[in-house]
């Protein structure tokens, strides 16, 4: 009767298999897209991609196509009324707009959906974190609306197909997808193992950009085989370790000196190191030529959480953790509180976001942290400056104090006023879903340098206030970025994503009462702000007390640094630069190390000295451990 001449009943199945399958095959041509295999790959890379792609399109859909084949009978035959069509239908919609997201995320940020934004989802202030304009928010609404839309059309409208066909066979028995999925399966995990017992670096790059990889390793059978591993970027046993937290290691021994200086603390959000010029910033660029000027510094991360974390309490980022299990606020607030100054804090974020209210600031009287989180981030930025000059003004003069301000204006989709135009050549619409970054990179980089602007601006007011007042005669002065920004410099836009010099460099500008204004050359980092400052404060602890950083002062100069984002770290000399997985069991490189600046290095070896260093690092990160 021909090849549709059958009749079919499961009919609505068939509805959801055809749907389901387009969907997975769009998936796994995705997959092969991210995986990014030059033309020069050999047939293990080529394989390893088309496998692995495969297996895990179809694993994404398999929710899916089971409610499908499950369906009660009478619900089978698909229609707008079914129960069943519209569960199937947010079902479809739910995994792709996971899939979607992610595709957004890797692309944009080289990560995948993960504890981090989860975190940023489930976490109070975290979605306003992000900068979203109402054009962003509106297409977040009507993506969802659309892709159900879309889903309940193809499936009541494949569902009212009653012939049987060759292809429906096909397509609609199970151990057809079983089949498939076996090979699949087989042959990444094959071909995966067979490629990381060599070491081979790309594997691991095709491997990060399929989500949720899994990878599988069978080194002991290669091994007796006769396959010879070579030498790998790894030093078994080298680990961070969950102990009981011991911070600080001793009680602080200080003695307050006769007239304690006051603290001006002044942190803007993705402030990168190479703004900080005439052009851009006036204001900041006379005020550093009379204080402090460090022009090598590197955050503590590549992310507000690490960057703020490691400058207040002198830490790696990767003692983040338990620090906010344990809820211990920094040595430095305890002593500020000794010493009876008068605290006011202000961001124009939130204070919950990242969960600073329950880390750096759980120690500081709730009435003392003030956020502003309504409008553009200028506009907050503007109110918060005069809320913290009212401060100084008003403030009991009879005791020393300490404020704080957290500047938003440099931070995405980056807005400013007017007034602050400074770059002609910037977008005008920045739509976070529908903006192509590549293509208009040019013009959001000059967005960007007109938000700097504006805090330049802003910062402006807080020198001329302190000038004024001749309080500089006896006040710190801290202005820094929480980490950098990147404009695709290395492949990708913002932060967060990659330890790129763009993302991880930014300004230090330190001025004190009897200092002298200099430039300082040698490579400085967050962790060292807590051990300088608070033998200022009268500490005489010695700073491995409390810190792991070295005084800026001094002329102790870093081995090595730690640097952290959520799931790893990066170890960084002035030779090379190596990211690491911050749980890995032993450390274990997944992507070949490079120079400083970020260039391939060729012909890297893995020595002593290498070692040596990484085995110092997880000596550091595991020192304030019991």
């Given amino acids: 009767m021909g090849l549709l001449g059958y009749h079919w009943k499961y009919d609505g199945r068939f509805g959801v298999a055809v749907v389901t399958t387009c969907l997975f095959l769009g998936l796994s041509a995705a997959g092969l897209i991210y995986s990014s295999i030059s033309d020069s790959a050999t047939g293990d890379y080529r394989i390893f991609a088309i496998a692995s792609s495969t297996a895990y399109g179809l694993m994404y859909f398999l929710p899916t196509i089971m409610l499908g084949l499950l369906v009660p009978v009478k619900w089978r035959k698909l229609s707008m009324y079914s129960p069943s069509s519209w569960a199937i239908a947010a079902l479809l919609t739910l995994t792709e707009l996971l899939l979607l997201g992610d595709m957004q995320l890797y692309q ?48 009541t409208g494949l569902g009212s197909i ?235 003069t009879s005791r020393p104090f300490m404020t704080f301000m957290f500047f938003e204006s440099p931070h995405a989709s980056y807005y400013f006023p007017d007034d602050a135009v400074i770059e002609d050549n910037y977008l ?64 990708y836009w913002g932060h967060n994503s990659t330890f790129s010099q763009e993302q991880i460099r930014v300004p230090l500008i330190l001025r004190y009462p009897g200092g002298t204004a200099s430039h300082v050359g040698k490579v400085t980092n967050h962790i060292d702000i807590i051990p300088t400052l608070l033998p200022m404060l009268g500490v005489t602890s010695p700073g491995s007390d409390y810190s792991l950083g070295l005084n800026l002062l001094s002329d102790a100069e870093h081995d090595f640094m730690v640097l952290a984002d959520w799931d790893s770290v990066a170890i960084v000399t002035p030779d090379f630069k190596q990211d690491i997985p911050l749980k890995a069991q032993g450390i274990v490189a997944r992507t070949p190390p490079t120079t400083l600046d970020d260039k391939p290095l060729a012909d890297f070896t893995r020595d002593s000295h290498y070692s040596g260093i990484l085995w110092s690092a997880f000596n550091n990160a595991n020192h304030f451990y019991h």
């Fill in 108 to 155: 944009r940020y080289g990560f995948h959906i993960n504890g981090f934004v989860i975190n940023i989802l489930m976490t109070p202030g975290g979605l306003e974190s992000l900068g979203m304009t109402g054009g962003t928010s509106t297409a977040l609404i009507m993506l969802p609306l659309v892709a159900m839309s879309v889903n309940i059309l193809l499936l």
């Fill in 162 to 396: 009653t012939h049987r066909s060759a292809l429906a066979r096909v397509i609609l028995r199970p151990r057809h997808y079983l089949l498939v999925s076996i090979l699949a399966w087989a042959g990444q995990a094959l071909t995966f193992g067979y490629l990381s017992f060599y070491g081979v670096q790309p594997a691991y790059a095709i491997a990060s950009a399929i989500p949720g990889f899994q990878p599988v390793s069978y080194r002991s059978a290669l091994r007796r085989l006769g396959h010879s591993q070579p030498v790998v970027n790894t030093t078994k046993g080298a680990t961070i370790k969950q102990g009981k937290l011991a911070y600080p290691l001793k009680p602080l021994q200080f003695e307050l000196p006769a007239r304690p200086p006051n603290i001006v603390w002044l942190v803007a959000e993705s402030w990168r190191a190479d703004t900080l010029n005439s052009e851009i910033m006036p204001n900041t660029s006379r005020f550093a030529a009379d204080a402090i000027q460090f022009s090598k510094h590197y955050s503590g991360g590549n992310g507000t959480r690490m960057g703020m974390f490691s400058m207040f309490y002198g830490l790696y980022g990767s003692y983040w953790f338990d620090m906010l299990n344990h809820r211990r606020e920094p040595v430095i607030f305890e002593l500020l509180r000794k010493a009876n100054y008068q605290m006011s804090l202000y961001t124009s974020a939130k204070f919950s976001y990242p969960e600073f209210d329950k880390t750096l600031f759980s120690g500081i009287d709730k009435n003392a942290l003030h956020e502003d989180n309504d409008g553009f981030g200028w506009e907050r930025d503007q109110r918060n400056v005069t809320q913290l000059l009212d401060f100084i003004a008003k403030r009991d």
């Fill in 428 to 491: 005008k619409e920045f739509n976070y879903l529908t903006t192509d970054v590549a293509a208009n990179i040019e013009k959001i980089k000059g967005r960007y340098i007109n938000a700097v602007h504006h805090l330049d601006m802003q910062l402006q007011r807080v020198y001329e206030a302190l000038e004024s007042t001749k309080l500089l005669e006896n006040t710190i002065v801290i202005i820094t970025g929480d980490h950098g920004e990147e404009f695709m410099e290395k492949g």
